[in-house]
């Protein structure tokens, strides 16, 4: 089966730098993308790898590595809004997106 | 309108009932896509629909369908609804060109089913 792995929670500090992790498993790889959903609202999309390595806008980063199947999102300068649910998803070779269940970040001042 | 509206906000519906979700997107985009998102699991497709005229089952499409008149419209349906059923929908719509085809969420509709 098809399987995307992530923390459930997590808990930094304002200022402070934070990774997430994503580890992966699916039938075909065509993308990774990370999404930012804060409470109640829509997710919003931060980021797209399909190469290996780094990926940066901003305060935000994100890696990927296709043959270990994972890829994380650092995020740095850590601010209260960034207080949120990070969400990874893969496009398989259907070309459709399969997500993980999401990383809650909070930020504690 | 900019992006993607949904309708309704919420809804309490009681079981046995049909229900029409609305999304509609102004930004000309080929592919439409219905998920639902339940605590705990992760964004689960529903049905999509690659252009006008043409839709797909997703992941968990029993209970539901979908209609793909235009471009800008794209309602779900539940055709008798269920306790199960009750979730929070997004509807989301992607250029559906190559590349990173992103796709872009509405504000979502909180949907309880008793």
């Known amino acids: 089966g098809q399987n995307i792995d992530q923390p459930t929670e997590m808990t930094a500090t304002e200022g402070a730098i934070v990774q997430i992790n994503c580890t992966y498993q699916?039938?075909?790889?065509?993308?990774l993308f990370w999404y930012q959903q804060h409470a109640g609202e829509a997710p919003t999309f931060l980021s797209y790898n399909v190469l290996d390595g780094l990926e940066e806008k901003g305060r935000f980063s994100s890696f990927l590595s296709r043959s270990k199947g994972y890829s994380y999102l650092l995020l740095k300068e850590l601010q209260m809004k960034d207080s949120a649910s990070y969400l990874c998803?893969?496009?398989?070779?259907?070309?459709?997106?399969?997500w993980g269940a999401g990383t809650k970040l909070i930020i504690k001042p | 309108i900019a992006g993607i509206t949904q309708a309704p906000t919420s809804q309490i519906l009681a079981a046995g009932r049909r229900m029409t979700l609305r999304c509609t997107q102004d930004m000309r985009h080929n592919a439409m896509y219905w998920y639902r998102q339940d605590l705990g699991l992760g964004l689960r497709l529903i049905h999509y629909?690659?252009?006008?005229?043409?839709?797909g089952k997703g992941e968990v499409p029993d209970g539901y369908s979908v209609s793909r008149a235009n471009t800008d419209d794209f309602p779900l349906t539940l055709a008798s609804a269920v306790p199960s059923q009750t979730s929070v929908y997004f509807c989301a719509s992607s250029d559906g060109a190559g590349g990173p085809d992103t796709q872009y969420f509405g504000p979502g509709t909180r949907l309880t089913v008793l």
């Open positions: 998803a893969v496009r398989d070779s259907n070309y459709q997106l399969i």
């Open positions: 699916t039938s075909g790889f065509n993308g």
């Open positions: 629909s690659n252009t006008a005229g043409t839709t």
